[in-house]
């Protein structure tokens, strides 16, 4: 059984919508006992970064030592963005920090919020992306992005290039959204429904 | 800015296999957005010409899926139901079209107060878009974006300028039948203030006309504000498509009746026919699909 964790972001019906297209059991948690017996997790989000603050409050002991324990994990849009240290968004409010840095708006040289489809170029070995084409489009719709890492498995330049997405043993995120993201998005998370 | 589109199928020049991490060519580019628009009357539908004489195109959730299937960046629905009984059926029509639809998909015409979008977006809508309940009540746009998210809140705009320059656009609410006396510009630019994601331009003017869109009015709105403007209301050819994108300067393009039906400028299949057509002039599409 895949957790949805529900800390009040928007797109969970989306995220679910999509694991029952694909014909993966899934079940919208925001309780601390489901989320540490789940096989997989999947933090969604859109929106405002504070929203983690629920996040934080009762679900992030949780969701940490799931990870800790080798529990699949994608984080979705402020979801992934909330495996960073932060965001200038809401300072005040601390990401995993499981991958360095700090996520940032786009500069004043582009439209911001960053909306629409635009390519992702994958680095190699990527298991999150097996399948997809490099130069595939996928849907974004986000102001803030977080910052090219060592952990970077695919990225997107818009206003300099940051990551679309992150891949490091059990933990993956993705900055677009493969519940809209048509085909392209349908095969991330076939992949993580299959690991 | 690259001068050529990264087609999906060519390899990466500047991408070198034994890198786990992605080369950075810096070659991705932004799509501009092709939005396939459902005008729906009591669950059904229709596409009025500039807002009349509507005929029956068919069904919401079974269009969209096709529409997406063919290449549409995006789907809008839009309630244009004028009595109370057919409107009740939005929330059922706007469940069964999110269904199966794995692309964007934006609601409105029936939105009105902050509850009323809690419904959509929990029937499965990505968006939703306001135009006469924003007017009348601006604050609107902030508490929904408060609760949503910017990106969950398009402003539409209904504007005619006649003869007169782009900045004399005026604001039109209730279906076009109502003047607001509100100049389009200032606005647009007030919506963004107040928290919309992105603006949907619709030209009474060319609505419905097949004469084009209005891309000197699309082009001042697009310079008045800094998120996406979305252009609608007049397309016919893909010409006009390329038109607004490039002088019309807009960040994505709206139309209904020319993907329903079989017109004299479009083929079997006037997605495809129209997303080739952009990527020959130079515009960036999402494409293949």
New interface residues.
Partial sequence: MIAIVDYGA??I??VR??LE?LGAAAQVTSDPAVIAAAQKLIVPG???FNRCQVLNQSMRSPVLEAIKSGTPFLGICVGMQWLFAGSTEAPETPGAALFAGECSRFPASV???????????????SRLLKGV?????V?Y???YRAP?V?E???????GG?FSAAVERDNVFGVQFHP?????A??KVLENFCAL | MPSEPLHPSKPNPGFHSDRRKPSLSGATRLAKRIIACLDVDAGRVVKGIQFQQLRDAGDPAALARAHAAAGADEIVLLDITATSDGRKTLVETVRRTARELFVPFTVGGGVRTLEDAARIFDAGADKVSINSAAVANPALIGEIAARFGSQAVIVAIDARRGAGPAEAAEVYVSGGRTATGKKALAWAREAEQLGAGEILLTSMDRDGTGAGFDCALTAAVAGSVSIPVIASGGAGNAQHFVEVFSAGQADAALAASIFHFSTPNFGANPMAELKQTLLQAGIPMRWPC
């Fill in positions: 928007g797109n019906s989306s919508k999509a297209h859109v929106g405002h439209k911001s919020p960053h909306v629409g489809w635009n390519q992702i170029e994958i680095g190699s070995g084409s490099n130069g595939a489009f849907y719709t986000h102001s090219v060592a970077t498995a695919a990225c997107t330049n818009y290039a519940e809209k993201s048509a085909e998005g349908l």
